[in-house]
């Protein structure tokens, strides 16, 4: 997976300076998608985020990891208008988040931590009624390509009120992809989801991440590590480190951490050879096919 660590194909003089202060890496080259500057929500007396600066950029997947409670639904929150932030601004491709919503919406696909769906309706009814408002020019050979890939297409017909969670997750992340949104935000896309499935999602996403600007959080880092182009760690709403996983891995890694558990056997001159026979405590190795055992003193 090292080769979707870096891809760096994409140009463009015109799009705004990347925020690279934080990042360790120079990224300066790519195309910002999305930037947040000194962006703060505070909920009561409470900051959930505080003063964050990065940047999102197109073609590449950016993670974000934390805790529970770090900040990461709240930066999805405010990255896709749900909620305005207390101070601090988002760019995306170039439009002020504030002042340009509408625009900005246009162009955004939203898969949230918990599924906005309705009961009644079924899966094939929630992509035409998304697809009518985003992508009115749909035909129906792409719906059924999108319901092929996310594996919903035997489910097509089911009111959403009788699909499993994991279901649920995928016509939330079908719906996320429709019409082309150039800034993709998915919240977890993959809790619930069984593990065949969850591998399909991550090929949906890889394919779709050309030309794209795809935020995600995930808990699970061995996605992280295999999607994220760049992960950005947020501790208690604010930004800890961020860059390439391998770029963490090499700068803040302390190499591999290799546990053992020592299974100590008091053997008997009866289960050993004779030469390792004592009342001595042994370490033993065994060895499944010929049953037998190399012991260490
Ligand atoms: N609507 C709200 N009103 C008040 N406080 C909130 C609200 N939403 C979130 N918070 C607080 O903001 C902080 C960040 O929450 P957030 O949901 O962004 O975390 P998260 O990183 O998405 O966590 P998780 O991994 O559990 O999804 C938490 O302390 C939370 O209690
Ligand atoms: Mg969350």
């Given at each position: 997976?090292?080769?979707?660590?870096?891809?760096r194909?994409l140009r463009s003089s015109c799009f705004p300076r990347a925020l690279s202060s934080?990042t360790?890496e120079d990224f300066s080259s790519l195309p910002v998608g999305v930037s947040l500057h000194?962006?703060?929500?505070?909920?009561?007396?409470?900051?959930?985020?505080?003063?964050?600066n990065v940047s999102f950029y197109e073609g590449h997947?950016t993670?974000?990891?934390?805790?529970?409670?770090?900040?990461?639904?709240?930066?999805?929150?405010?990255l896709?208008?749900?909620?305005?932030?207390?101070?601090?601004s988002i760019d995306v491709y170039g439009k002020d988040m504030?002042?340009?919503?509408?625009?900005?919406?246009?162009?955004?696909?939203?898969?949230?931590?918990?599924?906005?769906?309705?009961?009644?309706?079924?899966?094939?009814?929630?992509?035409?009624?998304?697809?009518?408002?985003?992508?009115?020019?749909?035909?129906?050979?792409?719906?059924?390509?999108?319901?092929?890939?996310?594996?919903?297409?035997?489910?097509?017909?089911?009111?959403?009120?009788?699909?499993?969670?994991?279901?649920?997750?995928?016509?939330?992340?079908?719906?996320?992809?429709?019409?082309?949104?150039r800034l993709?935000?998915?919240?977890?896309?993959?809790?619930?989801?069984?593990?065949?499935?969850?591998?399909?999602?991550?090929?949906?996403?890889?394919?779709?991440?050309?030309k794209r600007t795809i935020i995600?959080?995930?808990?699970?880092?061995?996605?992280?590590?295999?999607?994220?182009d760049r992960?950005a760690?947020?501790?208690?709403?604010?930004?800890?480190?961020c860059?390439?996983?391998?770029?963490?891995?090499?700068?803040?890694?302390?190499?591999?951490?290799?546990?053992?558990?020592?299974?100590?056997?008091?053997?008997?001159?009866?289960?050993?050879?004779?030469?390792?026979?004592?009342?001595?405590?042994?370490?033993?190795?065994?060895?499944?096919?010929?049953?037998?055992?190399?012991?260490?003193?």
């Open positions: 997976f090292h080769s979707l660590l870096h891809h194909g934080q360790g000194g962006l703060t929500k505070i909920y009561g007396d409470k900051a959930a985020i505080e003063n964050l997947v993670s974000l990891l934390g805790h529970n409670g770090a900040g990461k639904t709240t930066t999805m929150s405010l896709t208008g749900l909620f305005a932030p207390s101070s601090g504030q002042t340009n919503i509408d625009a900005v919406r246009k162009e955004l696909g939203v898969c949230m931590q918990y599924d906005v769906l309705f009961d009644h309706m079924t899966t094939k009814e929630h992509l035409l009624l998304y697809g009518q408002i985003k992508a009115p020019h749909w035909t129906p050979r792409e719906l059924r390509e999108i319901l092929n890939e996310t594996g919903m297409y035997p489910h097509r017909h089911k009111v959403v009120g009788t699909l499993s969670g994991g279901m649920k997750r995928k016509l939330s992340i079908s719906i996320a992809f429709i019409g082309d949104s993709v935000v998915l919240d977890e896309p993959t809790t619930g989801v069984d593990p065949c499935s969850r591998r399909s999602i991550w090929d949906i996403i890889i394919q779709q991440k050309k995600m959080s995930t808990h699970h880092l061995d996605e992280a590590e295999v999607l994220s992960i760690f947020l501790e208690i709403g604010g930004l800890k480190c860059g390439s996983p391998f770029y963490l891995k090499e700068t803040l890694g302390q190499g591999y951490k290799l546990t053992l558990t020592k299974k100590v056997i008091i053997l008997t001159c009866n289960a050993v050879n004779s030469s390792c026979c004592s009342k001595a405590l042994l370490i033993c190795v065994h060895h499944r096919r010929g049953s037998s055992a190399t012991c260490k003193k």
